[in-house]
């Protein structure tokens, strides 16, 4: 009986190989589900941005940063650079209080701004090149403590989205400046002005 020859070098999975994709797979459905369903908690001063300011925002962290980035308290924006098959060179780590958000595995870190500098030291050792925080509170008591681990997770490229309040403190303190070709928006819109703040040279300035 005549076979294809070509069929031999067709290469097929192992069973090990098909089960570790599958897995793959169910993990990346899991988290995007993740995203889609947990609603903001007004309690825990949860604001979602808006598909085009996290687009946005996306899109100039894969600009600005070659090497791993750490997004405090902004898990829309983690899901969304953490799907995005261009940062493979990358490790994007999600600093967050909510533990809704312990779906993410290895990549998603407990983070209570109260305690700034209790980041496990496997993270710290990463190195950052680029950090974008959106503090939960309009406070200076919160933004000064966000920047704390800021400043401990990374010496080179900051963003920073806040209320507009709070421009002059995060000045200040981070040696940022206002992006005035840039306002972040959220899907519930915000009595509150909002703005971004760089402290690098950017398009968004």
Same mark, same amino acid.
């Given at each position: 009986?005549?076979?294809?020859e070509?069929d031999?070098?067709?290469p097929?999975?192992?069973?090990y190989?098909?089960a570790?994709?599958?897995?793959?797979?169910d993990?990346?459905?899991a988290?995007q589900?993740?995203?889609?369903?947990?609603?903001?908690?007004?309690?825990l001063s949860?604001?979602? =941005?808006?598909?085009?300011?996290t687009?946005?925002? *996306?899109?100039?962290?894969?600009?600005e940063?070659e090497?791993?980035i750490a997004?405090?308290?902004c898990?829309t924006?983690? *899901?969304?650079?953490?799907?995005?098959?261009?940062?493979?060179q990358? +490790?994007?780590?999600?600093?967050?209080?909510?533990?809704?958000?312990a779906?993410?595995?290895e990549? =998603?870190?407990?983070?209570?701004?109260?305690a700034?500098?209790d980041?496990p030291?496997?993270?710290?050792?990463?190195?950052?090149?680029?950090v974008?925080?959106?503090p939960?509170?309009?406070?200076?008591?919160?933004l000064?403590?966000?920047?704390q681990t800021? +400043?401990l997770?990374?010496t080179?490229?900051i963003i920073?989205?806040t209320?507009?309040?709070?421009g002059?403190?995060?000045?200040?303190?981070?040696?940022?400046?206002?992006c +005035?070709?840039?306002?972040?928006?959220? +899907?519930?819109?915000?009595?509150?002005?909002?703005?971004? =703040?760089?402290? =690098?040279?950017? *398009?968004?300035?």
């Amino acid at each position: 009986m005549a076979t294809d020859e070509g069929d031999e070098d067709i290469p097929v999975l192992s069973a090990y190989a098909l089960a570790a994709l599958q897995e793959f797979y169910d993990e990346q459905i899991a988290k995007q589900e993740c995203v889609n369903t947990v609603q903001e908690d007004w309690q825990l001063s949860q604001f979602w =941005y808006d598909e085009e300011t996290t687009a946005t925002l *996306a899109e100039e962290c894969f600009k600005e940063s070659e090497g791993n980035i750490a997004c405090i308290s902004c898990p829309t924006l983690y *899901a969304k650079l953490s799907q995005d098959s261009s940062c493979k060179q990358s +490790r994007i780590v999600l600093l967050e209080y909510d533990k809704r958000f312990a779906i993410h595995g290895e990549d =998603y870190v407990h983070y209570d701004y109260n305690a700034p500098l209790d980041v496990p030291d496997s993270i710290k050792s990463l190195g950052f090149d680029l950090v974008i925080a959106d503090p939960p509170f309009l406070s200076e008591e919160c933004l000064t403590k966000v920047s704390q681990t800021i +400043r401990l997770l990374t010496t080179n490229k900051i963003i920073l989205c806040t209320g507009t309040v709070m421009g002059e403190l995060a000045k200040q303190i981070l040696q940022v400046e206002e992006c +005035r070709n840039f306002i972040p928006r959220h +899907r519930n819109n915000l009595a509150n002005s909002f703005s971004c =703040y760089v402290n =690098y040279d950017s *398009a968004l300035k």
